[in-house]
């Protein structure tokens, strides 16, 4: 690669992570309800595009490629915290300075089964369409909507009809 064709890819990519970066973060504390961790999912993420950019680039959908690496981190990351609360070697941790309302959110969101959860945070969150998440989650839209609608009624169930 060129030292000119290198900096034009660092530029685009400098303009995709100030454009998606906070996004990122917000999913994936609403995923794992940490800042902390948060902030290590999304940062570790984008270093992984940042490190496939010149393929990053070139797919449909940059920003749902980043997240696909994302919830796999984070999916990874769940195996390894249950497999370590198996052995005993883990501790468990409290929620970081939120309101009661958030705090109730984040548990409910941690309720869901993950698949539930993503293709909420996906949808409800971040805006993306069945299609769009279904690519995301590599699964068909009609699975995305089947789990977004039993994710609503898994929520409806603990906090009642609040759109009434």
């Avoid at 959908?61 to 796999?72: C, K, L, M």
């Avoid at 497999?83 to 984040?106: F, K, P």
């Avoid at 869901?112 to 068909?140: N, Y």
Wanted: net charge neutral.
């Amino acid at each position: 690669m060129s030292d000119v064709t290198g900096r034009r890819a660092n530029a685009d990519f400098s303009t995709f992570f100030e454009a998606e970066y906070e996004r990122l973060f917000q999913v994936m504390y609403l995923m794992c309800g940490n800042k902390s961790d948060a902030e290590d999912l999304a940062q570790e993420a984008m270093a992984r595009a940042f490190e496939r950019w010149d393929r990053v680039q070139d797919v449909q959908s940059p920003i749902g490629y980043v997240f696909q690496i994302a919830f796999n981190l984070h999916r990874s990351w769940l195996r390894r915290a249950e497999r370590g609360l198996r052995s005993g070697r883990v501790g468990t941790s409290t929620a970081h300075n939120v309101g009661q309302a958030r705090l109730e959110v984040l548990e409910a969101l941690a309720s869901l089964p993950r698949s539930q959860r993503e293709a909420l945070v996906l949808m409800e969150w971040l805006g993306f369409s069945a299609d769009e998440a279904g690519g995301i989650l590599r699964i068909d839209s009609s699975s995305v909507r089947g789990r977004v609608h039993r994710a609503r009624n898994s929520l409806r169930q603990r906090f009642g009809d609040v759109d009434a």
